[in-house]
């Protein structure tokens, strides 16, 4: 029987989608140029039928690309036209909320903001805040390790995951939902599925950490006119308000004049002319307390020198403005085309001269680059976008080349956050060590001796 024909009638007729009626559909919901190529795409309701598909599948031998909310943006969800799609859109229930124990077990097709609204009426909330988080899955998220914007106080989703529910290449069913802050009992199986990009297994269900509501929130954009001011007012800020600080973001001087210059529809809240720029939020359970530990905060900073210059949101309006600033990130590509990005990790202490060395390196060859920097500075993790008006592979290989390389010599990341997928997989020796490399590919042959799990994304 014919593999599309058999997973029909395992499945049931609504659940399998033909090759035309697939490309119906976009491939990415980054790029949404190009529609889904792919022999069929599968629409499980439940772990039970992810399993019948998956065992199907590996006797065939069949490749599989799980799919989420289609965000990814190095090519971790591509899918070519002999393997089957199997997207966990379905199932999308938020299964269970313990109030008293702060956690949510939900499904892994359930949206990010969905979660967050759903919560959000029982005064709790899940910290992972992602500029995706309308169309994001948890699944996704989980597999692929998402950090986001509040990752300096909260962590990154591995640090909110609790428990999983995975279906193995073979259609074995893992249920690990463990639901304990601690538990000893051997190897913690889940940390082999998170980040690895539906490479090991399907993730299916999933226990989330929860966390109650903040009182009160607390936003400025401050000007710095060093990387030195930068450093040294993200440590006062930390000694000073202390685990109320959520976010600090940082942004080069060029990306906040694009973002806040016509035909942005952002008018800039600080002058322009200032090297570095940041987001600070602080969120608490003392509104009163938080607001004046706030204020007195910019206050001592501008008057010790550690800021040149800063500007408080004052209404729910104000708020909108200033992170659209920092989270249109879109603005950029109807502005410049190309553009390539990259999410890189590294210390706080080489960002300077690191972004310094990538932008020589850049208008060495393309004397009219564009250099767009800004990222999560609290921990570590930077945005680039460049623009050299070429789009070729040579030359984006060429422009890799001088953002990846120097990250070697000072112990930093190809990726932060976005993960390696297709495009940095080439590149994976320079965060990787050959042993590591050899004992990650020894997990992907004991787990997915077949290699039907997303074939071809990071090794």
Known sequence: ???????????????????????????????????????ALLLPRNTAEVSTALKICHAAKQPVVPHGGLTNVVGGVLTQGHEIALSLERMNAIEAVDEANRTATVQAGVV????????????????????????????????????????????????????????????TIITSMNQLLKNNAGYDLKHLFIGSEGTLGVITRAVLKLEDVPLSKNTAYIALNSFAQACDFLSFAKKTLGHTLSTYELMWQDYYQLMTSL???????????????????????HPENDQKL???????????????????????????WFWGIREQVDFIFSVHQPVFLFDVSLSISNMETYTQEIAKGLQKVWPDVFLYVFGHMGDGNLHLFVSCGQNDQATRHQVEEIVFNPLTAIGGSITAEHGVGLEKKAWLHLSRNPAEIALMKSLKAALDPAGILNPGKIF
Request: proline share 4%; charged share 15%.
């Open 1 to 39: 029987m014919e593999l599309v024909q058999q997973l029909t009638e395992a499945l049931g007729a609504e659940c399998v989608l033909s090759h035309a009626e697939a490309a119906q559909r976009i491939a990415s919901n980054w790029v949404g140029a190009e529609n889904l190529n792919c022999r």
């Open 112 to 171: 990010l903001q969905e979660l967050q609204n759903q919560l959000q009426p029982r005064g709790l909330f899940f910290p992972l805040d992602l500029g995706a988080k309308g169309s994001c899955m948890i699944g996704g998220n989980i597999s692929t390790n998402a950090g986001g914007l509040q990752a300096l106080r909260y962590g990154v989703m591995r640090n909110l995951v609790l428990g999983l529910e995975v279906v193995l290449a073979d259609g």
């Open 263 to 285: 035909p942005s529809r952002y008018a800039p809240p600080l002058p322009q002319d200032h090297a570095y720029y940041v987001l600070l939020e602080a969120q608490g359970y």
């Open 294 to 320: 706030f204020q007195e905060t910019l206050e001592r900073a501008f008057e010790s020198g550690l800021i040149a210059d800063a500007c408080l949101a004052q209404s729910q309006q104000e708020l909108d």
